[in-house]
């Protein structure tokens, strides 16, 4: 967990799958899908803001609770999230 940058993206590969991981504090981390469902930007390059994940290509905001499209975009096709348990410092993403 400490490896991880606080409120900035981390992606991480799972064979063919991407994510995007974002550490808001110590207690509350999410896992999204990292591409982005507009046109494939990469989520974890994005800058955060809330609970939400900016796009660095076109200024989506992707929510990072349920991975849906904010704002002019709700409604649209999201990106996956992924349960992520933090236990004795380390964290572990839920993937199947
Ligand atoms: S690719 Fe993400 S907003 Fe366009």
Redesign the pocket.
């Given at each position: 967990m400490a490896d991880i940058p606080l409120k900035m993206g981390l992606e991480v590969q799972n064979g063919a799958q991407s994510m995007a991981i974002f550490k808001l504090s110590d207690t509350e981390v999410y896992a999204i899908g990292n591409i982005?469902p507009?046109?494939?930007?990469p989520l974890a390059d994005g800058m955060v803001t809330g609970k939400a994940v900016i796009?660095p290509?076109?200024?989506?905001q992707i929510s990072l609770l349920n991975g849906e499209p904010l704002l002019e975009n709700a409604g649209k096709a999201g990106v996956p999230t992924y349960e992520t348990i933090i236990e004795a410092g380390k964290l572990y993403v839920m993937v199947d």
């Amino acid at each position: 967990m400490a490896d991880i940058p606080l409120k900035m993206g981390l992606e991480v590969q799972n064979g063919a799958q991407s994510m995007a991981i974002f550490k808001l504090s110590d207690t509350e981390v999410y896992a999204i899908g990292n591409i982005c469902p507009h046109r494939q930007g990469p989520l974890a390059d994005g800058m955060v803001t809330g609970k939400a994940v900016i796009c660095p290509l076109h200024s989506w905001q992707i929510s990072l609770l349920n991975g849906e499209p904010l704002l002019e975009n709700a409604g649209k096709a999201g990106v996956p999230t992924y349960e992520t348990i933090i236990e004795a410092g380390k964290l572990y993403v839920m993937v199947d």
